[in-house]
């Protein structure tokens, strides 16, 4: 990941990224302090890498807990006295490579309650502290899964759908209040969340690809980093696509 960003718009900004210690939720992290922002990152695991960086905040957490939710952002907003951006980046696949009939209930059920409604938490949690100061950016992190639907993955696909329907939701709520709240839509990128994967989900997912590659992190950081900067004001309840051609809508 470079170093050289120069992005002074997120000087002294506070961002809270859920999911922050791995993968896309990382890379945005560490983005984000290469620009002078402070992170508070709500992960159930430590990042070793950042633990000791000192614009870093981390708060140990399973995101689908909203008590401890709620009151780890509030240990935030006394200790920033500000939350200018949320990510949601925490998320998982759950079972894959099923058709439906061979799903359970109970991985439909936890996958959306990590996917969707740690999205919903955070964002219902983090707003109150946005609106005071007229002021704010929320990403959720969906899937061009969402959007298209890959077969073998019911219970992601429909919880990011769900994910890009509550977008469209927050964006018309909060459109007069100076905070846009959007979604980033990503195919494949090579992360720890793939890794796990049967490799013919994988490869039924990076075969529908256009480009013919994955995405990288770098490509995810850039375009998240826009999308949460204050340049990004006239674009709310949106899914931006990063998908190498898979979505042209
Ligand atoms: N990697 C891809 O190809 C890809 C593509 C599209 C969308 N996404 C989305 O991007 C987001 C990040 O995925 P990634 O590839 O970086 O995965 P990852 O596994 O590398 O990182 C996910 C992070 O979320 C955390 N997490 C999971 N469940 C949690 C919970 N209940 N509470 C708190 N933290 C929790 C994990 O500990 C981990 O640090 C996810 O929402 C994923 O659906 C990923």
Same mark, same amino acid.
């Given at each position: ?26 890379? +945005? ?19 070793? *890498?950042?633990?000791? &960086?000192? &614009? ?9 807990? %909203? %008590? ?12 920033? %006295?500000?939350?200018? +951006? ?15 009939? *061979? ?14 409604? /740690? ?8 707003? !109150? ?6 002021? /704010? ?10 959007? *298209? ?28 209040? /100076? ?18 994967? !049967? !490799? ?9 690809? !256009?480009?013919?590659?994955? /995405?990288?992190? %770098? *490509? +995810? ?29």
């Amino acid at each position: 990941m470079s170093s050289s960003r120069t992005n002074t718009d997120f000087n002294n900004q506070v961002a809270v990224i859920t999911g922050g210690s791995s993968g896309l939720g990382l890379a +945005i992290s560490k983005a984000l302090l290469d620009c002078g922002a402070y992170v508070a990152i709500l992960d159930l695991q430590i990042c070793s *890498e950042l633990e000791n &960086h000192p &614009h870093v905040l981390f708060q140990s957490i399973d995101i689908t807990q %909203e %008590e401890k939710l709620r009151e780890i952002i509030n240990v935030v907003w006394r200790k920033f %006295e500000r939350i200018d +951006i949320l990510i949601n980046s925490a998320g998982i696949t759950g079972i894959t490579n099923l058709k439906s009939h *061979e799903t359970s209930s109970e991985n439909i059920r936890k996958v959306f309650d990590v996917n969707f409604m /740690g999205c919903y938490l955070a964002s219902k949690h983090v707003l !109150p502290f946005m609106l005071k100061n007229n002021y /704010g950016r929320i990403l959720h992190i969906a899937s061009i899964a969402g959007k *298209e639907g890959n077969a073998g993955m019911l219970a992601y696909s429909s919880s990011k759908a769900a994910v890009i329907g509550m977008t469209k939701v927050q964006g018309k709520e909060y459109a007069e209040t /100076g905070v846009t709240i959007n979604a980033l839509a990503p195919a494949v990128v090579q992360t720890h969340m793939v890794d796990m994967m !049967p !490799p013919e989900q994988v490869r039924y997912m990076t075969d529908k690809i !256009p480009m013919k590659r994955c /995405g990288t992190l %770098e *490509e +995810i950081a850039n375009l998240a980093l826009y999308i949460v900067s204050s340049k990004n004001s006239f674009t709310t309840g949106f899914t931006f696509d990063l998908s190498g051609g898979r979505a042209t809508y």
